[in-house]
């Protein structure tokens, strides 16, 4: 049985082993370590099978250029020997109910576009926003309480501290 729930202290390490095991670099755990000491992950969700971390996601806190405050989703990883079996939709489920119930009330996340409408993200640029990264329609956007979403508020900029992945 998965068990999705928020980090603990003792999951530090484990986690920054596993981005690192499922990206070509260790961009992802470097990025999400420096959130984490900037304390901007409010929310940040493991899963866990028998008590074993098995997949991570992070949503971390974005802004529009008209100053609407939001959380952008990812860095998300699953083991590999765990994928395909619904764990990475756990944690995009959890995460956003999580972001939900900490106020937030919109969330965008940079993703193939054909995985992320299944939890209602659609093309940002259709509420007239923008992603610093050149992300096209892989730059998506959800609203997570009505009437919570940022329309025409320009680009959308995500922590500092992503800047560690360029």
């Known amino acids: 049985m998965t068990i999705v729930r928020p980090e603990r202290p003792g999951d530090v390490s484990v986690i920054r082993d596993l981005l690192a095991s499922c ?12 959130l984490r000491g900037a304390d901007r992950l409010p929310v940040s969700l493991v ?14 806190p974005v802004s529009s250029a008209k100053g609407a405050k939001g959380v952008g989703l990812g860095p998300i990883a699953v083991a590999d020997q765990h994928r395909c079996q619904g764990i990475a939709g756990m944690l995009v489920r959890e995460g956003m109910r999580a972001c939900r119930k900490a106020g937030f009330s919109w969330a965008v996340v940079l993703g193939e576009p054909a995985y992320y409408s299944r939890f209602g993200f659609h093309p940002a640029s259709d509420c007239g926003l923008a992603d610093e990264y050149g992300g096209g329609d892989a730059f998506q956007v959800v609203e ?3 009437g ?5 508020d320009g680009v959308v900029r995500y922590a500092s501290e992503f800047a560690l992945l360029e």
Not at 23 to 34: I, K, S
Not at 47 to 60: E, K
Request: charge should be negative; charged fraction near 15%; glycine fraction near 14%.
């Open 47 to 60: 899963a866990d099978v028998g008590g074993v971390i098995v997949g991570y996601v992070a949503f971390s």
């Open 144 to 146: 997570l309480s009505p």
């Open 23 to 34: 990206f070509p670099t260790n961009g992802e755990a470097r990025l999400v370590d420096a």
């Open 148 to 152: 919570g979403l940022p329309v025409d």
